[in-house]
């Protein structure tokens, strides 16, 4: 059984709780009937879905237009890389900050301030002259920060919606934002670069977005959403919704201090190992996110199907295309790995895991021979990145999902911000960097 105690002498809400809960015995265990969702929930469900969707475009924008920054400021490659790594410093630096805020207040004011925040930071630094370069590091560097109080709290709203089976599919379509959003960067920015001959307006449409985003969430999303009580959190792996049987008296909620969740946390094995994989897919994604529309043109460059560009405004048709194989294996990875947890968890209460891992191991054979032909053939190059991308995007709602079945849902919130630090120091704070100086 998968150790998910959170407590040496865990309150009575968190005994068993996670995937194997109902396999162990430990008193009497009561049904609880499921309510299906409200319309409402779902009309919240897509509000939220919308401002992910705007998240991950202002994520991806820099990227798109990476040779006209680079080329506006003047940077090398190594500086160039520091862009997203400041992004993603600042970032995960802030998520635990979000996440301990995102458990003990209220959540829709905190998504409200960071949408506000981020929004208007992305529209500021569209002004910024060349010579304030730093500035533009700094406008990044606040934006990291408003998207981490998004990405930390957004996902334990959804699950407080919805029930097991509605909540992993909720989950995957708020996921599938991730890979269409990042997608819709690329092709904004070189959209909006082509039409306007001007890369600063790549960063003055999504603020107006993100507006809009706002008074959806102002308007739509409750000030408070009931979280979930014991009474939903014990799963078993057959999705049956089991818990044991209260007495009375009992008290049923303790409030502990962050560090008390930090060290339960850190005794859950699903929770650090399945954390520690999103941080190896994680220094992949960041380094292929930043660098592979700009290291095309340069194979393109050297297969002498392009001439070097030596002007500010630059060819941008590798940023579209790359977005929009971003956009189509993103929606069908999450799809297919969603899918594929969904039938084999009735066959095997280890699928999650063991979805990941296929799917990463095969992601890395086909990122591997798509760098070794990009000098040779660019076609083939695109298709193995196409299927590399396919691959790493089965895990998004997947990984997701196992956090919210292992970990207590009053520690959510800080299990997401831990997770989001970990992977991001790890991972692609440093990747885009590195890559930038091994150029």
Known sequence: HENTSLQSQPPLEEQNYGATAAHVGQGPFVSVPGNGPAKRDYLIAAVLCYANLINFMDWFIV????????????????ETGLLQTVFILCYMLAAPIFGYLGDRYNRKIILGAGIFFWSGVTLASSFISELYYWMFFLSRGLVGIGTASYSTIAPTIIADLFEEGKRTTMLSIFYIFIPVGSGLG????????????????????????????LVLLILLVPHRTQRRTAAHRALSISGTIRVAAEKPGVQRTARTTWCQDVISLA??????WSSLGLTAMAFVTGALGMWVPLFLYRAQVVQGIVSPCLQESCDSSNSLIFGGITIGTGVLGVIAGAEAARRLRKINNKADPLICAASMFISALCIYIALMVAQTNILSTFIFIAFGELFLSVNWAVVTDILLYVVTPRRQSTAIALQILVSHLLGDAGSPYLIGIVS
């Open 63 to 78: 990227p798109g237009i990476l040779l006209e920054i680079q080329k506006y400021f003047k940077l090398s490659d190594g």
């Open 186 to 213: 690329y092709v904004l920015a070189a959209g909006m670069a082509d039409v306007t001959g001007d890369w600063h307006w790549a960063f003055r449409i999504t603020p107006c977005m993100g507006g809009l985003a």
């Open 267 to 272: 005794k859950n094995w699903s929770f650090v």
